[in-house]
């Protein structure tokens, strides 16, 4: 009896190829699962990943957990570049930006170019805005147009290289003016308008929502206005060639075994659908959603195309 136990467990460990016994490969998730988001905690990107991760913990019973990794928000990306060296067994599993995988393969960061991820899905549709201070002098883009070009207008942004920032020159270029100077930022909110440090900043609605009553929103990026700023133009209305969305999407290596992305997409797809998620959606004004792996593809190669021109107009 002993030795029909011992001979039950010895199969359930391995199996025999050619006479050579080989470990029996564990279904996956078998051990903690790291969603990495290289930025800040905090942003909308963040909570809604904690949310696939609190998910996929009670799904699967095994510990996961979000990872922020901030840092070079024109690059290196140091959360992407650890997604992109770590195994491909879904066990590191990227929250990324829409510049990870259309900007940062063109930055010639070597572990990420040419790209290494393809996409499980993207829930998110950012909420981003070009704002000001509620006591400046003019009161939409075509007011600062004509500011900026008798005054020293500052431009706040999360990284030069990246689409919002890109967007924002790329309007200003549109509307005939240019901003004396700008600078990056690891966060850009309430307190970067009211230190005067910057006079517009290009950012994301959640992260000015607490003084929303104390600035001025002058544009949204993307072609859909926000509910939450009805009257307030998108970028693409203002200038139709710059019509690009800032999206947040799931990442794993290319390598990656399909039924482990499914499992990873099967969590993350309900979650974003939930009713607490949806709730985040309507306060904030994003857009919360799930995106196929394909339409995802197919958007970035669209976004690609969109960002070349922009470069191109503005000489890069």
Same mark, same amino acid.
């Given at each position: ?78 959360? =992407? ?102 600078? =990056? ?132």
């Amino acid at each position: 009896m002993i030795r029909v136990a011992k001979l039950m467990t010895a199969t359930a460990l391995a199996v025999v190829v050619g006479g050579v016994a080989v470990p029996v490969q564990a279904e996956y998730p078998e051990k903690p699962v790291e969603f990495i988001v290289p930025w800040p905690p905090g942003d909308l990107e963040d909570v809604l990943t904690r949310m696939i991760a609190d998910d996929f913990q009670e799904t699967y019973g095994v510990p996961a957990a979000v990872v922020n990794k901030p840092g070079g928000g024109g690059g290196p990306f140091p959360g =992407a570049i650890e997604t992109a060296n770590a195994p491909a067994d879904g066990y590191t599993v990227g929250s990324f930006l829409i510049a990870i995988p259309v900007v940062g393969p063109q930055l010639g960061i070597p572990e990420l170019s040419p790209n290494p991820f393809e996409p499980l899905g993207n829930f998110l549709t950012y909420p981003f805005v070009i704002a000001v201070s509620s006591d400046a002098p003019y009161e939409d883009m075509a007011g600062l147009a004509e500011y900026a070009n008798s005054n020293d207008v500052v431009l706040g942004h999360f990284g030069a290289p990246l689409v919002p920032t890109q967007v924002t020159l790329g309007l200003a270029k549109e509307m005939g003016f240019a901003f004396a100077s700008d600078a =990056a930022f690891d966060a850009l909110d309430c307190n970067s308008l009211a230190s005067g440090d910057v006079d517009v900043i290009n950012t994301t609605l959640q992260l000015i929502l607490p003084c929303l009553d104390d600035v001025k929103v002058l544009a949204s990026i993307g072609s859909e206005r926000i509910p939450l700023t009805p009257d307030t133009p998108t970028v693409a209305e203002l200038a139709p060639d710059l019509d690009v969305a800032l999206w947040n999407g799931l990442f794993v290596h290319k390598d990656t075994p399909q039924d482990v992305r499914e499992k990873i997409i099967a969590v993350a797809k309900k979650t974003v659908m939930s009713e607490r998620a949806q709730k985040l959606a309507a306060d904030t004004g994003a857009a919360v959603y799930w995106q196929s792996a394909d339409e995802v593809t197919a958007q970035i190669t669209t976004d690609i195309e969109t960002l070349g021109r922009i470069a191109q107009l503005l000489g890069n």
